[in-house]
């Protein structure tokens, strides 16, 4: 996906992205990443092979415990490669799968391959709308990281309603640490710039979004280098 077509010569607009304000992945193509996927199948199969085979489950399911868990929530799930991964480990779970509805209508195949379907509920929409409620946890895996603060704020407002009192939500992703960052995270938090147009955000940026959005940093589960979990509960 790196080296894909318009994924690699979006870098060569990252002088305009810095003056204009717009993710330079939006100034080569002239639109944003997620809407320009929906209209061009061929990447969009490169970006959701590149997702499928790279889900954070290690991160997940060493992070947190998750036992006594009824009900997930992935949002912004994709096929739900992580989310069934989920489901094999625990067997008495139930999954709600949300993205997108043209994303979601690819994922019956991988879902019935690793024998979860009839366990996962598959939901098409955009949680800049809402998602759904009634989840114990919401999971949301490089999910936060593809978003400016005003759509990220909207999204966790979104999820924050959603929530019971009792929900949890885990965002799972790069965490960077402030002047301590290491230099694979310093070019991560470069290529989300040049795709999204959004740098990673450290914990206490995050922490600051989470108080304006009814939400507080529980916990968090750190991985150097890899894809970190912030275990998230309603403030
Ligand atoms: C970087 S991918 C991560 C996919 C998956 N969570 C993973 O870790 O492999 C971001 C996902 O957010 C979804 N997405 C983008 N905009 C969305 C929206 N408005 N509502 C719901 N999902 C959205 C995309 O379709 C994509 O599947």
Redesign the pocket.
């Known amino acids: 996906m790196c080296t894909h077509g318009d994924f690699l010569q979006a870098w060569t607009c990252l002088p305009e992205a810095v003056r204009s304000g717009r993710a330079a992945f939006e100034v080569h193509t002239g639109r944003p990443l997620?809407a320009y996927l929906e209209a061009e199948h061929e990447a969009a199969s490169v970006f959701t092979r590149a997702?499928n085979a790279s889900?954070?489950v290690d991160a997940l399911l060493d992070g947190v415990a998750l036992s006594g868990t009824e009900r997930v929530a992935?949002?912004?799930?994709?096929e739900g490669?992580?989310l069934a991964a989920l489901l094999c480990r625990h067997p008495n779970m139930e999954g709600v799968l949300?993205?997108?509805p043209h994303?979601v209508s690819g994922a019956g195949p991988l879902l019935r391959e690793r024998g979860v379907a009839d366990r996962c509920a598959v939901v098409g929409?955009?949680?800049?709308d809402g998602v759904p409620a009634g989840a114990d946890v919401y999971l949301m895996?490089?999910?936060m990281q593809?978003w400016p603060r005003e759509g990220a704020a909207r999204i966790l407002r979104n999820v924050s309603r959603a929530m019971g009192d009792s929900s949890r939500l885990l965002i799972v992703g790069h965490l960077p640490e402030g002047r301590d960052t290491t230099p694979f995270l310093q070019a991560m938090s470069l290529y989300m710039y040049v795709l999204y147009g959004a740098p990673l955000r450290t914990a206490e940026e995050y922490g600051k979004l989470f108080a304006e959005t009814g939400l507080t940093l529980h916990a968090v589960h750190r991985v150097e280098d890899g894809e970190s979990v912030m275990d998230v509960r309603r403030a």
């Open positions: 997620f997702m889900v954070a992935d949002l912004g799930g994709g490669a992580l949300f993205d997108l994303v929409g955009s949680f800049l895996a490089r999910v593809n």
